[in-house]
């Protein structure tokens, strides 16, 4: 699904050369759930943004779903993000003046699908976070988890390949990072490919595997895989129910 | 796409009802003051015939004192009008196809004693080509016919204020009017006819009030009619008859021919020129050879019909809506980077970069409508104010003809749009990844 | 207050601060233009004729009856016109002329004189003998007209005339004007100065308005007998009202048109007025709209720097810094705009100068276009500068 091979990102300003990822290279496969992990720094964020195409980089290689995409022009870069990549921010980013309805409505305008489809998608969506009720209200008068469920929602009306989270339950209490949590298990085990940078070691848990970014680069801890998998199995087939 | 821009756009709108009343009051005003004094420019400089001012000349020949120009400081000036044998000279060129000369003159009109006391009046005498060369319309009746003109008949043709006047409105053809001494027929009443401007006769004021009552030209010498209009002569007549003042080097009426051809138009100035060579050798025209056979456009914008004021008034309106524009700009700019993290979020989800700068180009374009018709609206209220004191002949020809609504239109939409480019451009360049983390 | 930082931190605001420059600038061209061309009318407007204009009143006697083809019958009506006219109760004086004051123009011709090198241009009006009485102008030098000085027969030329002291002045310097011969352009009808009027104006198309030559005897023509009257002050309602039967009177186959000169006037000014209004409307709108304009855009920019503003309270700037800060800004703006607004108003003026008008831009109303924009830069500043100054400095602690 995502390939990155020998990615180098540098963020220059007149008097600094900061090398946000250094040879970078990671594959993830279709349809699994990888945490990227790290301290501050240590360029989470740079490789979120170069993954979502939110960002371009200086060299190496970027394959997603089978396509080169390292070099791409702007508009390219849009439609790709538009259409096979979802992302779930740790500050949710609903547009506080639209309706739920409509915030989840935003990435299907800009693919262009008639005004039946798009309501058929996100009915369905908001029916799978548990929200359709709530469709007219505004952001603001939603809680925290509910946001979030409102910004997976919108994830899911576009049907992307990759989704990639960004501290998602990194704004929420426990109890709603957990409701959060099992809904992206679900949607992974649906079958969606799911990369989700944390810091709550809780979360990352939850993945199936771990990688570690240090200094801009992935890093080899040499994670003991059998103490994890058992209860991971475990969680989502209780939520799921 | 359209549609979604649109709305995306009233909501933000709606949002800062402040900031989006001052957009919206910013435009309004730089719309309404320019198009005000375009408008007033506009009615001076519009043509008054369209299609057909290009074929219709005004002819002047320099038959001033030999040691002076007709305006002493600028030697290249010559009359404004033509004497009465140069007329009569040039009604024989056989080259135009319709011509007349033409003057106003006071006549005291009598009306049925029931209806009011004798009053005086400009009478304005021309051929009956004045009337189908100008494109008169008729509510009744029509221009008199060329026997009329030649013998010359007693008839005359009234416009509708003086129909009004004297026969209240009803159709007069046939009934008649005492002028000074004779009895005239009526054979005509002009209807809705008031360029803003009296481009026949420019040599007073281009907006003064049209004649309302016109008659043959060759009743001129029977008559012995004077002008009411200009006359200027930089040397007297040499005696006291009538005659010697119809042949004398005083100038005081205008000379119409209509040329609807190039060919037509360099024979009609050769013409001139020979007849003015001829006139030579008799000792007149001393001065060097100089005649103008000039188009109404042209000539509207020799003579400068536009008044200055307005001239001035129409170029610092123009830049009164750039100061609007400039401050449209900023507030813009204000409110769109306000967006920005909105923006990114919507880059993230994949609108490209051209879909953003499109999105703000409608609020801007929306902005620029609003504020438009606002200004439009409050340009027609001004006009008609100004009407009441610029034009005091014809208020009601002080207004918004559809040209003008266009060009003010155009206007608003070019303000919007060139007051929300740099705005739109700015935000949309933003990059999506630097402003995630930000609320 | 160091400029130097204030002016480092203000390049990231480039573009908000070059539109408030050029909207400065634009509105320093604009408004000193427009309060020129005011000045200008104004100045058209305040210029003295010379004659008691408030209390002049002409009047046209039009004849339709067939009498009037008999110039000696004329002659009669003239008199006892005349007579009748200043019979009435609070009528000081009356003259049969043409001559009407503020009409914006008049008749006027090619004469010539020993002395004066070209042929001249200047007014003429023929008058009976009280004109200067109707005017209210004091002859200076020599006499006014006698009954003598009018030929018998109205066909033949006069021989004498009387100038205005601008034409005497242009024509001959400082020497004695009185007893010199002025002709007609082709050097016939000789008149002879006998008086000079102090004060003589009236707007001409041609710039003439201060030379006239008066000259004695009526005029009329074909159009029809008019009068000029000065009435005393105060009795101009009652004249007005006594006029038409007084004159019908003497004969009623005429038609009267009575016109004071006050209404000719205003008639002559209606532009000028209007210019007046527009221009002040125009000037009073975009001095507001250029406030508003850096009130708003000083506030968005306020706005955005809020948490900036917030790290600058906390690290220990007071309310005072923060104020002086934002009104320093703003004065090193407005500054730049005025100069280049000094610029632009010489360019505009250039523009109009060259195309329309022909009043050159005075300096002295450039500094005090300069100094009321500065001011008025400075209010409009003043409420987002509070606003700035309330920032609390624990926005600076603040993470989202």
């Known amino acids: 699904m995502l390939e990155m091979h020998n990615i180098r990102k540098i963020y220059r300003t007149v008097t600094i050369e900061t090398h946000a990822l250094e040879d970078f290279s990671l594959v993830v496969n279709s349809g699994e759930f990888v945490a990227v992990m790290g301290p501050s720094g240590s360029g989470k964020t740079t490789f979120l943004n170069v993954a979502g195409l939110l960002d371009t980089f200086d060299s190496g290689t970027y394959t997603l779903d089978g396509k080169d995409v390292s070099r791409l022009s ?62 007219k209200h505004l952001p603001s008068q939603l809680s925290g988890g509910q946001q979030q469920r409102v910004a997976i929602a919108r994830v899911l009306a576009g049907d992307p390949k990759l989704i990639l989270a960004d501290e998602p339950t990194g704004n929420l209490d426990s109890l709603m990072a957990r409701e959060i949590m099992d809904l992206l298990d679900r949607i992974n085990a649906a079958g969606t490919t799911i990369v989700m940078v944390t810091h709550s070691p809780e979360c990352a848990v939850r993945a199936q595997r771990q990688i570690h970014v240090l200094d801009g680069k992935v890093v080899d801890l040499d994670m003991p895989r059998i103490s994890l998998a058992a209860p991971a199995g475990a969680g989502i087939a209780s939520t799921l129910g | 796409m359209l549609g979604y821009n649109v709305k995306i756009a009233l909501k933000s709108l709606r949002r800062n009802p402040i900031l989006t009343s001052l957009l919206i009051g910013a435009i309004a005003l730089g719309i309404c003051v320019s198009t005000t004094f375009i408008a007033l420019r506009h009615l001076f400089e519009k043509d008054p015939l369209p299609g057909k001012s290009q074929t219709l000349f005004y002819v002047r020949l320099d ?171 930089w040397k007297g007549p040499d005696g006291d008859s009538y005659d010697s003042f119809l042949n004398s080097e005083v100038v005081w009426m205008q000379f119409w021919a209509e040329l609807p051809t190039a ?27 100089h005649n103008e056979v000039t188009s109404i456009p042209d000539l509207m914008k020799e003579l400068n019909a536009v008044p200055p004021a307005v001239k001035s008034m129409s170029i610092v309106s123009m830049l009164f809506l750039v100061v609007c524009s400039l401050n449209l700009v900023g507030l813009l700019l204000g409110k769109f980077l306000a967006r920005i993290p909105e923006v990114s979020v919507r880059r993230a989800l994949g609108a490209s970069r051209l879909q953003v700068f499109w999105q703000h180009v409608v609020e801007c374009e929306l902005v620029g409508i609003a504020g438009g018709a606002i200004g439009l609206l409050l340009s027609m209220g001004i006009l008609r104010l100004i009407g009441k004191f610029a034009h005091q002949q014809a208020p009601e020809l002080v207004r918004l003809d559809g040209e003008m609504v266009l060009i003010s239109i155009f206007l608003s939409l070019v303000a919007g749009l060139l007051a929300g480019l740099y705005p739109s451009w700015r935000v949309c360049s933003v990059a999506p990844a630097m402003q995630l983390k930000v609320q | ?46 210029k003295q004729s010379g004659f008691d204009d408030e209390n002049l009143l002409f009047v046209g006697a039009q004849p339709f009856a067939p009498e009037f083809k008999e110039q000696t019958y004329v002659e009669k009506i003239v008199h006892a016109d005349l007579r009748a006219l200043e019979s ?54 020599g006499r006014g007209f006698t009954e003598n000085d009018t030929p018998a027969d109205p066909n033949t030329s006069t021989t004498v005339t009387v100038i205005s002291r601008a034409l005497a002045k242009k024509l001959w310097g400082d020497a004695n004007p009185i007893g010199r011969v002025i002709t007609d352009g082709e050097g016939d009808t000789p008149r002879t100065v006998i008086g000079v009027i102090d004060q003589f104006y009236n707007p001409y198309a041609w710039n003439i308005h201060e030379y006239v030559l008066f ?33 019908v009177q003497v004969n009623s186959g005429r038609v009267f048109r009575l016109l004071t000169i006050a209404e000719v006037k205003d008639g002559f000014f209606a532009s000028g007025k209007l210019v007046i209004r527009a221009m002040t409307a125009v000037i009073v709108v975009l001095v507001f709209v250029t406030a508003l304009g850096i009130l708003g855009i000083t506030s968005l920019s306020v706005a955005e720097r809020t948490k900036q503003i917030g790290t600058r309270r906390a690290l220990g700037a007071t309310k005072g810094d923060i104020l002086k800060h934002v009104l320093a800004e703003n004065w090193i703006v407005t500054t730049i705009g005025l100069i280049l607004g000094v610029i632009a108003t010489y360019a505009l003026n250039y523009a109009l100068v060259a195309n329309v008008t022909d009043t050159k831009m005075p300096w002295y109303l450039v500094g005090v276009g300069m100094v009321l924009l500065w001011l008025n830069g400075l209010v409009a500043t003043i409420p987002p500068a509070l606003r700035a100054a309330r920032v609390a400095p624990a926005i600076a602690t603040r993470s989202v």
Request: net charge positive.
């Open chain 3, 1 to 46: 207050m160091p400029i130097g930082p204030i002016l480092r931190a203000m390049q990231h605001n480039r573009t908000r601060f070059a539109l408030i420059i050029l909207e400065i600038a634009i509105t320093l061209a604009i408004v000193t233009n427009a309060v020129n061309m005011i000045l200008d009318e104004r100045t058209k407007m305040q």
């Open chain 3, 88 to 141: 009435i109760p609070g009528v000081k004086a009356a003259s049969a002329t043409y001559f009407l004051p503020w009409q914006g123009g008049g008749s006027s011709g090619v004469w010539k004189t020993a002395g004066y090198p070209d042929k001249f241009q200047a007014q003429r009006y023929p008058a009976t003998q009280n004109i200067f009485n109707v005017l209210g102008v004091h002859l200076v030098q």
């Open chain 2, 263 to 289: 060919e037509k138009q360099a024979a009609y100035r050769q013409y001139v020129d020979n007849y003015v060579r001829d006139q030579k050798k008799l000792g007149r025209f001393q001065r060097p050879l």
């Open chain 2, 63 to 233: 038959n001033w004192d030999p040691q002076r120009a007709y305006v002493a400081e600028d030697p290249k000036s010559l009359p404004s009008q033509v004497t009465y044998r140069d007329a009569m000279a040039l009604m024989k060129s056989g080259i135009a196809t319709q011509q007349t000369p033409t003057y106003k003159t006071r006549l005291f009109v009598h009306p049925d004693p029931k209806v009011s006391r004798p009053f005086s009046e400009n009478i304005r005498l021309a051929y009956r080509d004045f009337f189908t060369m100008f494109n008169v319309p008729f509510q009744y009746g029509g221009a008199w016919d060329k026997a009329a003109d030649a013998k010359p008949e007693q008839v005359i043709v009234l416009d509708q204020t003086m129909n009004q006047k004297l026969f209240g409105g009803a159709n007069s053809i046939g009934r008649t009017v005492r002028l000074g001494e004779r009895n005239y027929k009526v054979v005509g009443v002009i209807g809705d006819w008031r360029p803003a401007v009296k481009f026949y006769d420019m040599t007073q004021s281009v907006t003064a009030e049209f004649e309302h009552v016109f008659m043959p030209f060759n009743f001129t010498r029977p008559l012995e009619l004077t002008p009411s209009g200009n006359s200027d002569g």
């Open chain 3, 215 to 247: 000259t004695p005897g009526r005029a009329y023509d074909s159009n029809g007998q008019p009068y000029l009257i000065r009435v005393e002050p105060g009795a101009m309602k009652s004249v007005v009202s006594q006029l038409e039967p007084r004159l």
């Open chain 1, 74 to 135: 702007d508009s390219e870069m849009s439609r790709i993000r538009n259409r096979a990549i979802g992302f779930v921010f740790q500050s949710f980013n609903l547009i506080p003046d639209l309706n739920i309805f409509d915030n989840v409505d935003v990435p299907l305008r800009y693919r262009g699908l008639s005004a039946s489809d798009r309501k058929d998608r996100i009915e369905r969506s908001l029916d799978m976070v548990g929200l359709s009720s709530r469709r």
